[in-house]
């Protein structure tokens, strides 16, 4: 593998019964960029991050995370990885702090590091003042926000974000996109799922437009325009989805 590339899929697929829900996914993602996944819902863009995160077996096909077949090897992999799944994954019963303690012992850090990290984690996404307060009081926004700080305490190489801003409101949608431009600053590499068409290209440095589990088209927001017309400037990357897969994003 190349070191520029730190995750690849080789002919990824998954079936249930006779329906194909991913279909030969054969993706490459660049150390350093935020790639965006870009589809509908149905399209199979959870089901591919649950493959990529080796949290479903893909029927056929692999993953080669930093230049290793990740289910050989995850134990080593898995504490590069920070996955913020599309399904909240905290606990209401417990304080905010005791949230992110949970989730980031899992990746064996103790101590004083321990105490370090789900210190970090709040402040970065604005919880600090809400950390001995129980999950189960926070709004929806809040939710998110502090999924996201359970998943980023061990300091991952990799962050993918399946769909984090779904039913939220625009503060904290804003707030969330500009927490993931900030983490790949900070030298994180992104791969973001969503069905918002502005917010992948508020973020994307490259989309791969996703439909019926397979890849239609994959580039950057300029190269996927300049596929359906010369003048890049007099399209919109909306009328490019609609063009190459003859759906509306309005429409889900």
Sequence with gaps: MSENIILRTKDLTKKYDNRV???NLNLEIKRGEVFGLLGP?????STTMNMICDIV??????VEFMGKDFRKHRKELVKKLGYIPQDLAIHGNLKAWENVELFTSLYGIRGAELKTAIDESLE???????RNDYAKSFSGGMKRRLNIACA???HPELLIFDE???????QSRNFILSKIKESNQNGATVIYTSHYMEEVEAICTRIAIM???RIIACGTSQELKKLVTKDAEDISLEEVFLTLTGKKLRDY
């Design 152 to 154: 980023i305490g061990h």
């Design 57 to 62: 077996k893909p029927t056929l096909g692999s």
């Design 164 to 170: 984090p801003t779904v039913g939220i409101d625009p």
């Design 21 to 23: 829900v991913v279909d």
């Design 211 to 213: 439909d019926n589990g």
């Design 124 to 130: 970065y996404v604005g919880l600090s003042e809400r």
């Design 41 to 45: 819902n149905g399209a199979g863009k």
